[in-house]
């Protein structure tokens, strides 16, 4: 069974790089046809989705994020992971990594449990 | 980008009745690439339809979507007391991907 997980800091402060890893299990990301990619969600918002990666390193961003994000994949670890730099509180979200099917006409399928991150001096 | 609408923000209903939630799109959403997920309280979402109306993996048959081009349903035959929870659309057809507002069903 797929299994994903997030890590990483739970508190950073504004102006700063939020970073954090989705390391995957049951699967291997190298081996795989399919996109891995971040989503998240502020306190009692919708969900938005942040960008996504092949295992080749091919990524596609959610334009109103683009200028800020930056996914990256390991597949030595079976880690994928992402940055987004220039934080303000209305980064403030749980961020989920998930299994993507853009490329296979098929929806996030698997999801991580997700991370809390707050942006507070 | 395509906007989803949920316009329900709430249902208030029973267990035991059926639960019909629905997800408009400002755009055609190519190859009925439309999911359904469930979310719960603290938990991840967990996909339930894809493909406009083909349940996932352990999906009970009381849940079913239908639907294409702009306007896409869900429905919960019969509600179950687990099945509170609030549900999200979500489309895959073109970039950026995009999820609806959410609808809660909530016990009455």
């Known amino acids: 069974q797929l299994q994903l997980q997030e890590s990483g800091p739970g508190l950073v402060k504004p102006s700063e790089t939020l970073s954090l890893t989705c390391s995957v299990s049951g699967g291997s990301i190298s081996s795989s046809i399919y996109y891995w990619g971040w989503i998240r969600q502020p306190p009692g918002k919708v969900l938005e989705w942040i960008g996504s990666?092949?295992?080749?390193?091919?990524?596609y961003y959610n334009p109103s994020l683009k200028s800020r994000v930056t996914i990256s994949v390991d597949t030595s670890k079976n880690q994928f992971s992402l940055k987004l730099n220039s934080v303000t509180a209305a980064d403030t979200a749980v961020y989920y990594c998930?299994?993507?099917?853009?490329?296979?006409?098929?929806?996030?399928?698997?999801w991580g449990q997700g991370t809390l991150v707050t942006v507070s001096s | 980008e395509i906007v989803l609408t949920q316009s329900s923000g709430t249902l208030s209903l029973s267990p035991g009745e059926r639960a019909t939630l629905s997800c408009r799109a400002s755009?055609?959403?190519?190859?009925?690439?439309l999911a359904w997920c469930q979310q719960k309280p603290g938990q991840a979402p967990r996909l339930l339809i894809y493909?406009?109306?083909s349940r996932a993996t352990g999906i009970p048959d009381r849940f079913s979507g239908s639907g294409s081009g702009t306007d896409f349903t869900l429905t919960i035959s019969r509600l179950e007391p687990e099945d509170f929870a609030v549900y999200y659309c979500?489309?895959?057809?073109?970039?950026?991907?995009?999820f609806g507002g959410g609808t809660k069903v909530e016990i009455k």
């Open positions: 755009q055609s959403v190519s190859s009925s690439s």
């Open positions: 493909g406009a109306s």
């Open positions: 990666i092949y295992n080749s390193g091919s990524t």
């Open positions: 979500q489309q895959y057809g073109s970039s950026p991907l995009t």
């Open positions: 998930a299994r993507d099917g853009y490329n296979q006409k098929r929806p996030f399928d698997y």
